[in-house]
């Protein structure tokens, strides 16, 4: 897909009001876990943020990069991600969080990225944080610089990848709890892309399908 095109429609998209957990659940571990939806989560999560980040290669194609965490002693331990991470006290709201992590993380320059909106947010039970997923761009493609201790690898997938309904699968995952789940994940270069990243681009390719795109 055409990145001007992307992001035309990704402005049409964002007038419209958001599916929320219609769209999560279409990606979400099943049986489905409630508590991401109940009304009563803890009072004492903690805010997060992430960014979907829409640019361009030299042929004019449209992408979003996806990070792999490294192995370490966490639940989110080797998953794939989008870069962002923990809300600070100097972060002025979660849309600077979005941006600030994204440099850090994976190297881009923030100040040349334009945020488009965001997208519902989500809450992750295992690490008990309320995550809020960003869309933004930039007009040419970043040299990225991933944090070796933040970020194992990149994977730039093309936006008409994510569209690919052969890619939508499901599966038993090992989660970091020690058992078993029975999830719908998008295999994207052969990575498993399950859990939290893949209700929020659940609730995305919801949102693109719906409008008929």
């Not at 990149?154 to 699968?169: A, Q, S, Y």
Request: a negative charge; proline letters at 8%; one cysteine or more.
């Amino acid at each position: 897909m055409e990145f001007d095109q992307v992001i035309r429609k990704l402005e049409q998209i964002l007038e419209k009001p958001l599916p929320g957990r219609k769209g999560q659940i279409t990606m979400a571990p099943q049986p489905v876990d409630e508590e991401r939806f109940a009304q009563q989560i803890r009072k004492d999560f903690r805010k997060g943020a992430v960014l979907m980040l829409f640019y361009p290669d030299s042929t004019g194609k449209c992408y979003i990069p996806f990070i792999k965490r490294p192995k370490y002693e966490g639940v989110h331990s080797g998953q794939i991600a989008f870069p962002g991470g923990k809300m600070e006290e100097s972060d002025e709201d979660l849309a600077e969080t979005a941006l600030r992590e994204s440099e850090e993380e994976i190297g881009i320059d923030a100040d040349k990225v334009t945020l488009l909106g965001k997208m519902s947010d989500l809450y992750i039970p295992p690490s008990n944080f309320m995550v809020s997923p960003f869309l933004g761009f930039v007009n040419e493609q970043p040299n990225f610089l991933p944090d070796p201790k933040e970020v194992e690898r990149i994977i730039n997938c093309p936006v008409e990848v994510l569209m690919d309904k052969n890619i939508r699968k499901t599966g038993s995952i090992n989660s970091r709890a020690g058992f078993k789940v029975n999830a719908p994940y998008f295999d994207i270069e052969s990575e498993t892309v399950w859990g939290a990243t893949a209700m929020m681009l659940g609730e995305f390719t919801y949102m693109w399908e719906r409008d008929g795109f």
